[in-house]
């Protein structure tokens, strides 16, 4: 089993930067690949980036690329996401989420991830 817990969210004015913070625990032997998704409002749970935590390989969906930087720290068994230049589209509740080896086409798929955290909430105002 692995447990992860996010933090990091809250509320920031349009342009602004956030960090989350994933923290995995447990037998992180099922962490090889960690990844964010998002969700807001009446929307279907969103890829957003993902990372192999071996090589450091990330991967990005287009509506973050360029802006959001996923990053991990193997030491701490915590992953990160930097946030910058935030719209208000972006707002919605993150959830961390890792796996074993899932198929590359397939890394920011929710299907293809087993263990979840609770989720942090970001909000973003214009």
């Known amino acids: 089993q692995v ?4 933090s990091g969210g809250g509320s920031v004015e349009e342009g602004g930067s956030l960090r989350l913070s994933c923290v995995a625990s447990g037998y ?3 962490t090889n690949v960690m ?4 969700q ?7 890829g957003v980036a993902a990372i192999y935590t071996g090589g450091g390989s990330t991967y990005y969906s287009d509506s973050v690329k360029g802006r959001f930087t996923i990053s991990r720290d193997n030491a701490k068994n915590t992953v990160y ?6 719209t208000p589209e972006d707002t919605a509740m993150y959830y961390c989420a890792a796996a074993g080896a899932p198929a590359w086409q397939f890394l920011l ?7 979840w955290g609770q ?8």
Do not use: C, I
């Not at 807001?40 to 969103?46: F, L, N």
């Not at 996401?81 to 935030?86: K, R």
């Open 119 to 126: 989720g942090t909430q970001v909000t973003v105002s214009s």
């Open 40 to 46: 807001g409002p009446g929307k279907e749970r969103e």
């Open 109 to 115: 798929h929710p299907d293809a991830y087993t263990f």
């Open 3 to 6: 447990q992860l817990v996010e």
């Open 81 to 86: 996401l930097q946030m910058n230049s935030l």
């Open 35 to 38: 990844a964010w998704f998002r």
């Open 28 to 30: 992180t032997g099922n």
